[in-house]
């Protein structure tokens, strides 16, 4: 499914999100080369593609407003989620080393993107050493975070898991200057089930006991974390 409108110019200079994307201290002649790279800003209805699994690789995607799940599809067709991607993170890495998207990316919300021409990105980083750093850093988030998923699914039961992910939430949205206790799940009870390896019936027990406890509020999608610090005992005691 294409885009749900067409591209426009996009300058990292005005972008109120460049704090997240970009590297702290560039000079105004790096970010006008930056500029310079003519990324182009696009609009993703909820559930249009961002790529699709084969897909060729040509540009990394910075999300400028939405929320994106990653995924990957059995030959049986079942579904299997990677990821969930908020405002302010990149996406598309996945491709680098085959030049080629393994998986698929999808809008779980009205979102826009900027999308980066990768062998301009990385031409420019080579000239611009912090750019580079900056991206080795993100690659390796990428790597931590997957690491962190593998420590989930071996050693925490169901409702540990669920307790992980809805801090791990929390502390993405601080990092962004918003509500690290209060915010809208833009993904499915059973896409989080498909992410942390359990059922759905399982991950919508695990919100009902919460709530029961007094350490979350539900509102359909609307999340609040009651006690922050419950939460967090709850990954080591199963609540």
């Given at each position: 499914m294409p885009p749900s409108s067409s591209a426009r110019l996009s300058n990292c200079s005005t972008c109120n999100l460049a704090e997240l994307c970009l590297p702290?201290?560039?000079?105004?002649?790096e970010m006008q080369r930056l500029d310079e790279l003519n990324m182009q800003k696009r609009s993703y209805a909820r559930g249009d593609y961002l790529y699709r699994g084969g897909d060729k690789f040509r540009a990394v995607f910075a999300i400028n407003r939405g929320a994106f799940k990653t995924r990957v599809l059995?030959?049986?067709?079942?579904?299997?989620?990677?990821?969930?991607?908020?405002?302010?993170?990149i996406i598309g890495l996945d491709a680098i080393s085959t030049d080629m998207h393994d998986g698929e990316a999808l809008a779980?919300?009205?979102s826009v993107v900027c999308e980066l021409p990768f062998h301009r990105l990385e031409a420019l980083s080579r000239d611009i050493p912090s750019l580079q750093r900056h991206f080795h850093r993100i690659m390796s988030?990428?790597?931590v975070r997957d690491q962190g998923i593998m420590l989930l699914l071996g050693s925490m039961r169901s409702e540990e898991r669920v307790a992980?992910?809805?801090?791990?939430?929390?502390?993405?949205?601080?990092a962004r200057?918003?509500?690290?206790?209060?915010?809208?799940?833009?993904?499915?009870?059973?896409?989080?089930?498909s992410y942390l390896g359990l059922k759905l019936e399982t991950v919508s027990?695990?919100?009902?006991?919460?709530?029961?406890?007094?350490?979350?509020a539900v509102r359909t999608r609307s999340i609040e974390i009651l006690d922050l610090a419950l939460l967090q005992a709850g990954i080591n005691s199963s609540c």
């Open positions: 702290v201290g560039l000079t105004d002649e059995h030959e049986d067709g079942r579904e299997q989620v990677t990821g969930f991607q908020m405002a302010g993170e779980l919300e009205d988030r990428e790597i992980a992910f809805l801090l791990t939430l929390s502390q993405r949205y601080a200057g918003l509500s690290p206790t209060q915010f809208q799940l833009s993904m499915s009870r059973q896409d989080i089930g027990r695990a919100f009902s006991n919460f709530q029961e406890k007094g350490i979350i």
